[in-house]
Each structure stands twice: as structure tokens, then as C-alpha cells.
Nanobody
């Protein structure tokens, strides 16, 4: 059974940093490396927002304008884990953070499709349970 499990969330003061991890189980390192991985977040009363994505090799990364320059996505295919390093956190970053991948469709395997659809939730069909990030003094 494949699943994604996020960790690393918590309460942090404005300006602080957190590192989220998303561990994938049920994958071999080889199969995991065929999937792009995305990070999304959802704040109370708001729609789920795609904030970052990394292609299967780790060479191409994408960021929402709201987090560009502050967040860094990376992956370790040998550990079947994707990370989201978050710095200069703001109260508006408060949300539940999810990782996801397009397990069944492999829609995002194509680089052009990935570049245009990475921040839409539609291609993603495997989601983690989410981890809460709260930025508050």
C-alpha cells in the first residue's frame, strides 16, 4: 500500500523557519523517482493552494509567487522523501500543508504538462494527511 506521510509542522514565530518532510512508503526508490512531487497548503476558509513542485529528477522546481524566495523544495529519491524548507515565515503561511503525487495517471511525467499544471490539484491523486503549520507570536 502506497502512502505519503508529512511531518515537521508546528508553531513558529514570524520570521522563523521550519522544514517539512513527506515520506513515501510502498515505493521502491526507483519507482519513486518516476513521480513529480507537489506541496499544497490550505488555510481555514480558503481553497487549497499549490505552493511548490519538484520534478522526478529534482532538477526542475516550481514555486508560487507567495513563497518564492522563502521556500525551497528538494527530494532524496534514495530515501523516497521530499522536503520543504520554509524560511522567513509569515502569519499568512499558517495552513495545513500537504504533499501529493500523481500516482495513477502519471500526468506530470511530461515536463511541459508539469510546467503548466504543477499547481493544480487535479493531476494529483495520492495525498498525505497533512501537517499543521502555525505562524504566530
Amino acid at each position: 500500500q502506497v502512502q505519503l506521510v508529512e511531518s515537521g509542522g508546528g508553531l513558529v514565530q514570524p520570521g522563523g523557519s521550519l522544514r517539512l518532510s513527506c515520506a513515501a512508503s510502498g515505493f521502491t526508490s526507483r519507482s519513486y523517482s518516476t513521480y513529480a512531487m507537489g506541496w499544497f497548503r490550505q488555510a481555514p476558509g480558503k481553497e487549497r493552494e499549490g505552493i511548490s513542485c519538484i520534478d522526478r529528477s529534482g532538477r526542475s522546481t516550481y514555486y508560487a509567487d507567495s513563497v518564492k524566495g522563502r521556500f525551497t523544495i528538494s527530494r532524496d529519491n534514495a530515501k523516497t522523501t521530499v522536503y520543504l524548507q520554509m524560511t522567513s515565515l509569515k502569519p499568512e503561511d499558517t495552513a495545513v500543508y500537504y504533499c501529493a503525487t500523481d500516482l495513477s495517471s502519471s500526468t506530470l511525467i511530461d515536463p511541459i504538462t508539469l510546467a503548466h499544471q504543477w499547481n493544480s490539484s487535479l493531476p494529483y491523486d495520492l495525498w498525505g494527511q497533512g501537517t499543521q503549520v502555525t505562524v504566530s507570536s
